[in-house]
């Protein structure tokens, strides 16, 4: 299971990105099947993170909004995993909390970045940094967690975490000797801010022909002051050169991650190991990197909700073709019940997520039609919202303010036009208001409140069903 943290859908190659590199990502798709409509449901970090553990969907797992996973969870992935057989490693960013939560993984070596919620916690990584750099600061490139400016990494390129997590990864599979099967995490911390590559690695970008921010009537107006005057801002008009240097440092770690997925499938070939192996490469959230004018991430656009979803199966196990695509949409809840599937699990557990195997062996068929989205007050009180969207149209609903959003992504993938007052798509309004009533419905007030969408203030982070309702 590899994945990145802030990796937003369209910067791959196979994608169709016009300038980003990623050869080793791009095979992964080729030998395997690539999810163009693949999201997560509350795109920022931790419930992410609780989707990935639990394969449900945000109610049913609790995490509305960017707040602590839950300390357990009634039934959980790699604790499953270790249940059945399998040894559990994760390598990387598990962002838990506490930090040295295992969720049923049986080794850990941990990248938390900056992030230390008490005084004694170290992380692996930082740890390792000391040990091989007692006099140089990790954070000595001067770019903050949610910086949105970009600069080449200033320290020797193999302190940087991206390559202390591809190292780690790869002497586990040179060195895996026991006799059981093994579900391996690696999680990259990167290519969330900072910016940071090496300089190989931004040079790759430097004088490339980078899009331009991408930014629709409706945002330009609402998003071009900045939110504040710190270099952590989640909104702000920074200009076409502040956009190209930060889509250039943040094209490069996405690069550095791509090699180091290189290495790993390297490693996997050197043990005859690759066609006995399921791969998935996806990430947690996406990014905006200034487009309609807006950074980081939990927000309803495609550059923050849209991830990359690929998966590689070993000879065996599927017998379809490779290289193909898949448009049905995906949600990281689906990771949980593919693994299950593989490792031949059953379960009678409930889970709102499907296996991916099935969905490719049954070329589609019986699939979900569309995705839920949401996430509560994040940066902002006005900043919370719900959503649907099949990959092909989405709806949006601001809750704070009741506002509606509507985009045709099949001719407007870039959500550069809202149709939402446009009086020729009144109907598919209606058709996706009509959705999103019924989805919310069960919830109540105040979500639906006489049969309509309702109006909310109040931001709700965590449903009842959150496990650490009384403590959250």
Known sequence: ????????????????????????????????????????????????????????????????????????????????????????????????????????????????????????????YRAWFYSQAPTFDPDETGLTFNDYRGKPYVLPERLHPTKWTGDCAVNFLESYAKRDPFFLKVSFARPHSPYDPPERFHALYKDAQIPKAAVGKWAAARYSPRSDNSNDIWHGDMGEETVRNSRAC?????????????????????????????????????????????????????????????????????????????????????????????AGIRTQRQLDGASLLRLVKNQGRGWREYIDLEHAACYSPRNQWTALTDGRWKYIFHTYEGEEQLFDLTKDPQEMNDLAADTSAEPKLREWRSRMIAHLEPRGEPFVSGGKLAVRTKATVYSPNYPDRAKG
């Open 1 to 124: 299971m590899l994945m990145a943290d802030q990796h937003r859908g369209d910067c791959l190659g196979v994608d169709g990105h016009p300038v980003v590199k990623t050869p080793n990502l791009d095979r992964i798709a080729k030998e395997g099947v690539r999810f163009t409509g693949a999201y997560s449901s509350t795109p920022s970090c931790t419930p992410a993170r609780g989707a990935l553990l639990t394969g449900l969907s945000p109610w049913n797992h609790g995490q509305l909004g960017y707040g602590r996973v839950a300390r357990q969870y009634p039934f959980e992935k790699p604790r499953a995993l270790a249940e059945a057989g399998y040894y559990t490693q994760c390598i990387g960013k598990n962002h838990f909390s506490p930090q040295r939560n295992s969720h049923g993984y049986q080794s850990v070596l941990l990248d938390e970045s900056k992030r230390a919620e008490t005084p004694d916690f170290r992380s692996d």
């Open 250 to 342: 943040y094209y490069g770690n996405v690069s550095f991650i791509d090699e180091q997925i290189g290495r790993i499938l390297g490693a996997l070939e050197k043990r005859g190991w690759l066609e006995n192996t399921l791969i998935l490469y996806f990430s947690d959230h996406g990014d905006m990197t200034g487009d309609q004018n807006l950074w980081r991430k939990c927000y309803a656009y495609e550059p923050s909700a849209r991830i990359p979803f690929l998966m590689r199966w070993p000879k065996g196990l599927l017998d379809e073709q490779r290289g193909q695509t898949m448009r049905g949409p995906v949600e990281l809840r689906d990771v949980f019940p593919t693994l299950l599937d593989a």
